[in-house]
């Protein structure tokens, strides 16, 4: 059994196999592998006997269950209205000059994916950004690449 | 010469730190299913989540199904932009949440609750477990079978609408379904559910301490109570804060704008933009109000000053929801896009003025014709920014 067999497996011998199981199970392996490959939804579909179409179907639905390969740290800079107000772009062109990538790629070390996301619910605390789970408020550029930086000299 | 300003009273309930859950349940517990039920609608309290819909008459009507297994669900699914509330609700106060939870269980004879939390406010998990195990232990002594669960969604903002968070619940895509039927009779798994959201809840709690009456003494004829709004935007003083339902906007404007208010946007994007010359004749509440138009909300209040651009207002708003329309009907799917591409068209030229009319036309399509809220509701910031916007629209 390799590691995704694995996960995968204990997922659902937690969880279960009902249908009202599948987002738990899809966010446990998103929560270890960032995103979900052909592979796990293929792994997910007959370990809990439904349609592939339908497990892929549901996780293309939800904009946390990216299909595409992601970095170990997504970056969701929020997007909306009071945000963009209060200087997202400039945030975001700080990170995109830090990383050297742009919105929507990842890093070549597999470290880090830039992404803007809807409405995080920090518009009194804008700009907002979430770094996998953890929230990051009043962003500035300066900011932004102090926090990013000790994501990156982390171990 | 200095004009003083009035300021809004500030109501401190919610917020209220009070750890007398225990003995608000004890009593709530006592009293019998029907009493509880007249106090809550003697409250008049009304769902907080913006839709306004009576919470006694919600938990009255599930309570009559006879049917043997239901469910209580807290709706965390906050994604309306501008909103934050319940986030802060769930920080400070979750056991008045849970306590409004475990009352509704007893009533409507429901054995299992859920919070439906957003996958943004993942971090908010490991206190809310440590909060529900407390809960729990409080459940047991005062012997009342009812256990909650938390269940995250992942980045859906149509996973509000309540209809699509039990579909996502039930592992599914979350589209919103037909109404009727409505939950009070087939909810999640079919079964008849109360969901409602944590400002009700948390409401639920303060009329079941302090009575229906205290309640009503807030608020005015049809919107009682106090409400939590998140103010935002171009204000000196962005945050939450609870106040008497009712206010107008002027007031509002005057006690939280920076001076240079142009505009008000109350309820998210799916609300109401509400323009200078209107502030003075707009209250936000319910309807019913003896004059003027009375907005309902969820909350959100977010302030714009002369400096924005409503053309960028609109169009960040148009592309929140194309994007998180989620495409099952034409009318919302297709419209979005549609509004879209064209304000973009006639700001650049490619388009009449006059294309901005058709555009009108279609959200009034969309309001008849979407299956949801979401379709329905798009109408409202899109016709009341275009109309009262129409040359920031243009040039």
Known sequence: ?155 | MTTTKKQLHRIDLIFKNEQDCKEILRNALARSNQEVINEMVNSGLKGRGGAGFPTGLKWKLTAEQKVDEKFVICNADEGEPGTFKDREILTRVPHKVLSGMAVCAKIIGARKGYIYLRGEYKFLVPNLKKELRRFHDILDELGLDFRVEIFMGSGAYICGEESALFESMEGKRGEPRNKPPFPTEIGYMDKPTVINNVETLAHSYTILKYGAKKFRELGVKDSRGSKVFSVSGDTPIPGIYELELGMSVQDFVDDFGDGDTKAVQVGGASGFLVPRKRFGKTSIGYQGKLTGISLPTGGSMMIFNSSRSMYNVLNNYLDFFEEESCGQCTPCRVGCQQLLKGIKAVKRGEKPASYLDQLLKLTDTMKLTAKCGLGQSVANSFSSIVENFREEMIY
């Not at chain 1, 939804?41 to 992601?70: H, N, Q």
């Not at chain 1, 790629?105 to 789970?133: R, S, Y």
Request: hydrophobic fraction near 40%; charged fraction near 30%.
């Open chain 1, 1 to 155: 059994m390799d590691f995704q067999e694995k996960l995968v497996h204990d997922l659902v011998a937690k969880h279960g196999t009902d249908r009202e199981n599948l987002l738990p199970i899809l966010q446990g392996v998103i929560d270890q592998e960032r995103y979900l490959s052909e592979e796990a939804i293929l792994k997910i579909a007959k370990e809990m006997s439904i349609p592939a179409a339908d497990v892929y179907g549901t996780a293309t639905f939800y904009s946390f269950l990216d299909t595409d390969p992601r970095g170990k740290y997504v970056i969701r800079v929020c997007k909306t209205i009071t945000c963009a107000m209060k200087g997202k772009n400039q945030i975001i062109q700080a990170i995109e000059s830090f990383l050297k990538i742009k919105v929507g790629e990842t890093t070549v070390d597999k470290k880090f994916t830039i992404l803007q996301t809807n409405c995080l619910g920090w518009c009194h605390k804008a700009p907002a950004m979430l770094v996998n789970d953890d929230v990051y408020t009043e962003l500035t550029p300066e900011s932004v690449v102090d926090i990013l930086r000790e994501y990156r000299e982390e171990n």
